[in-house]
C-alpha cells in the first residue's frame, strides 16, 4: 500500500533509512558522519536477536574498525585467527592470510550485541534512531519514493507517522517487504542459499578456529554444496548450523532442519552438542546472493545488503557486504545531496560493479559447478590433500585478494568449468 502524500511529515529529513542491521545503520553512521540529518528505522528493539552464524571475517573486521568499533569488538567479541577445514577424514588449519588493507582476524559476536554496538555507534554519529518504528508503506509524491509510513509497533493503536526524506535507503534485510513494495525482485537464475543455526553450550566455546565442515551429504550419502559450521562465540556457547546452497539438484528435497540434527549427531564427540547442551530451537533463514535483487537504484533510493542480494555466494557470508553496501550508498546519497543532482545515486550502481562485478560472476558459476555431487567431492577432497590450493580457496571464497590477484581467481573458475566439462553430468 503507497501513500500519496500531502506535503509535510511528521517528521523531514534529509535521508530514511528502512531496517537497522549491519548495511542500514552502516548506512546511517557514514551519512550521519558526514552531517546530514539521518532518521533510522528498526522495527525491533535493540538488543535484538538476529538468525546468524556470528561469524565475522577480516572484511567485516575491517569495516567495524573503520565506523570507530575496535576496542569495543575487542571486549565483546571472541577473537579468532582463521578457518579449521574438515573433511574426508582430513583436517587443515589456515590462518588469515596478509594483506595491506585487511586485518589478518576474525571475531565471533552475537549478533545481538553487534547489531546494537553498531546502530549505536550510528546514533553517537549524530543519526536519530527509532527502534520498534517499522515502516510500513512507502510515502510517494508524484509518483517518486519521499518517505516512509511508520507504524510504532510499542504504542498499537497510535495513529501512523510520516517520515518524509529526500533519499531512502532500503535496508530492510533478505525478506525485504519495504523494497519488494517498491519493485525490487530476485533474478531467480541466480543462486539462493539456505541456512539454520543453534547455540550448544560446549567445552570449545572459546578456540582460535571457526571450523567448517565440508562433505555434508544428503540422504542417498552425495556430497552437498554447502557446509556445516561451528563457530566458538566465546561466552560458553558455540554457533552450529549448516548452509546449502539453490544450486544441487537435491535443494528442494533436503530438509534444512534433518541435515542440521544429523550434522549435530555427526559431529566429533568433544564438542559435546547434545540434546541437553542445546541451548533452544535452531532458527534459519534464506540467504539472497550475488547481487541477485534489484534494481538497487531508483530516482530516490538505493537498496543495501540483503535486500539488494549481497551475500557472498562462494561463502554465504554477508555481513561484511552489508557494511560495505551501506557505505558505498551512503557515498552516492553524499554526493547527490552535497551537489543537489539527484542522478548522483547512480554512482552506487557504477561502485558496486567496480567492486564486486568481476568477483561475483566468478563466484555465481563457480556454485553452479559445485552444485554437481560429482565435483563438489573432487573438489574437496583434492583441497583437503592440498594445503597451497586450500590457502588460495580461502583468500577467494573470503574475497581477502588483492586486486593483482583477481585475475587468478577468474583463472581458477576456467579450471573449474573445464573440470565440469570433463565429469560426466547426470541426465537432465
Ligand atoms: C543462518 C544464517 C547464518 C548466517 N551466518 C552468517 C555469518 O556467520 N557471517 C556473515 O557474514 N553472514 C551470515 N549470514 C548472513 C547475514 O546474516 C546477512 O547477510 C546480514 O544480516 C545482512 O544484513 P542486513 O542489514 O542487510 O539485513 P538484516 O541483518 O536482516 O537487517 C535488516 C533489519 O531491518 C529490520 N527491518 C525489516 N523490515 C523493516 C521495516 N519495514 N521497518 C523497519 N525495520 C525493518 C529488521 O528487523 C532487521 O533488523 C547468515 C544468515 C543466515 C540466515
Avoid at 517518486?144 to 495513529?159: C, M, S
Avoid at 558505498?328 to 543532482?341: F, K, R
Wanted: charged share 20%; hydrophobic share 40%.
Amino acid at each position: 500500500m503507497a501513500l500519496i502524500d500531502d506535503g509535510q511529515g511528521d517528521r523531514d529529513c534529509d535521508v530514511l533509512v528502512v531496517g537497522g542491521g549491519p548495511s542500514g545503520s552502516a548506512a546511517a553512521y557514514w551519512l550521519a558522519s558526514a552531517g546530514h540529518d539521518v532518521v533510522l528505522l528498526e522495527r525491533k528493539h535493540y538488543p535484538r536477536e538476529k538468525t546468524c552464524g556470528d561469524g565475522l571475517t577480516p572484511r567485516s573486521v575491517r569495516q567495524l574498525e573503520e565506523m570507530g568499533l575496535g576496542d569495543e569488538l575487542a571486549r565483546s567479541g571472541h577473537r579468532y585467527e582463521g578457518l579449521r577445514s574438515h573433511g574426508f577424514g582430513r583436517t587443515l588449519e589456515l590462518t588469515w592470510p596478509s594483506h595491506p588493507e585487511i586485518p589478518a582476524y576474525g571475531y565471533v559476536i552475537t549478533r545481538k550485541d553487534l547489531d546494537a554496538l553498531v546502530a549505536e555507534r550510528a546514533e553517537k554519529a549524530g543519526a536519530e534512531v527509532w527502534e520498534g518504528a517499522e515502516a510500513s508503506a512507502p510515502v510517494l509524491d508524484d509518483g517518486l519514493l519521499r518517505g516512509a509510513v511508520v507504524t510504532r509497533k510499542d504504542a498499537p493503536g497510535a495513529a501512523p507517522l510520516r517520515v518524509r526524506a529526500r533519499y531512502v535507503v532500503v535496508a530492510d534485510g533478505a525478506g525485504s517487504r519495504f523494497g519488494r513494495s517498491l519493485g525490487t525482485t530476485r533474478d531467480r537464475s541466480h543462486p539462493l542459499g539456505m541456512a539454520i543455526r543453534g547455540y550448544y553450550r560446549s567445552p570449545l566455546h572459546d578456540g582460535p578456529w571457526i571450523d567448517s565442515w565440508l562433505d555434508i551429504r544428503d540422504r542417498n550419502g552425495d556430497v552437498l554444496p554447502g557446509y556445516g559450521w561451528i563457530f566458538p562465540v566465546g561466552d560458553g556457547r558455540v554457533n552450529v548450523g549448516v548452509g546449502l546452497l539453490s544450486t544441487s539438484n537435491q535443494w528442494k528435497s533436503v530438509n534444512t532442519t534433518h541435515l542440521m540434527a544429523s550434522f549435530v549427531e555427526t559431529a566429533p564427540p568433544e564438542w559435546d552438542l547434545r540434546p541437553e547442551t542445546s541451548c533452544g530451537a535452531p532458527t534459519g533463514g534464506r540467504l539472497p546472493m550475488g547481487l541477485s535483487v534489484g534494481p538497487h537504484v531508483g530516482p530516490t533510493y538505493l537498496v543495501v545488503g540483503d535486500a539488494g542480494g549481497s551475500i557472498n555466494p562462494f561463502n554465504g557470508e554477508g555481513i561484511a557486504y552489508a557494511y560495505e553496501t551501506g557505505r558505498m550508498a551512503a557515498d552516492a546519497v553524499h554526493l547527490a545531496l552535497a551537489s543537489g543532482d539527484g542522478m548522483a545515486l547512480r554512482s552506487y550502481q557504477q561502485a558496486l560493479t567496480d567492486r564486486y562485478g568481476l568477483y561475483y560472476r566468478v563466484a555465481r558459476n563457480f556454485v553452479r559447478v559445485i552444485g554437481q555431487p560429482e565435483i563438489m567431492k573432487v573438489l574437496v577432497s583434492t583441497g583437503m590433500r592440498n594445503r597451497t590450493m586450500m590457502e588460495w580457496v580461502l583468500r577467494i571464497m573470503a574475497n581477502i585478494l588483492r586486486p593483482d590477484e583477481l585475475g587468478p581467481a577468474e583463472a581458477a573458475y576456467r579450471s573449474l568449468a573445464a573440470l565440469a566439462r570433463l565429469v560426466p553430468l547426470p541426465a537432465p
